[in-house]
């Protein structure tokens, strides 16, 4: 899904002078695939780039919130919780975040353990333990720095652990 937002918000002429210059026929590609998905959204009423992100959004929810009911004795669930907070949060449902993100625990083994820990600090911090939802403007604006913060970071180590996937096959982000 995250691609194929890119693929739609990106502008072939600006962004990809590069890949233009360098592969042709990538470049192409791009272009094609740009036309038929853009195609395909018009053709569904109402869809749109926006549509699409939110629809993928309830998708991820809705299976996230899957493995919170049925995960056996809690497995990777700090992770699920983690994720559904963060897609809240880029939503702008800070309250369903914090709410979500307050579930959470520190678990050293869990995918998210250090973004985790770095998250509960802050919101802990910020709100002084409040399990309401935040009100203040200063403490929102803080808040929201350091929380977008943590998840840029989260991001990043996300696509360093990606790069050396791609690494240990043999391939980079621009191979084709």
Same mark, same amino acid.
């Given at each position: ?10 502008? *072939?002429?600006?962004? =990809? ?49 899957? #493995?919170?009911?049925?995960? *056996? ?9 983690? =994720? ?23 678990? *050293? ?10 998250? =509960? ?17 200063? #403490? ?37």
């Amino acid at each position: 899904m995250d691609a194929l937002t890119t693929l739609l918000n990106a502008e *072939p002429v600006d962004d =990809l002078q590069w890949t233009r210059d360098a592969n042709k026929d990538a470049y192409n590609l791009i272009l094609d695939l740009r036309r038929y998905y853009t195609k395909q959204l018009r053709r569904k009423a109402g869809a749109s780039k926006e549509g699409l992100t939110e629809h993928y959004d309830q998708v991820r929810l809705g299976i996230l919130t899957g #493995v919170l009911r049925t995960t *056996p004795h809690g497995y990777r669930a700090n992770d699920a919780r983690f =994720l559904i907070g963060a897609i809240y949060w880029r939503q702008g449902h800070v309250g369903d975040a914090l709410r979500a993100w307050r579930q959470l625990t520190v678990e *050293p083994t869990d995918s998210y353990a250090t973004s985790i820990s770095r998250l =509960l600090e802050t919101i802990e911090a910020q709100t002084g333990g409040d399990r309401g939802d935040v009100d203040t403007k200063q #403490v929102m604006r803080t808040l929201s720095t350091q929380i977008n913060s943590i998840l840029r970071a989260d991001h990043g180590r996300w696509l360093m652990f990606s790069m050396d996937r791609l690494l240990q096959f043999g391939f980079h982000f621009d191979t084709y």
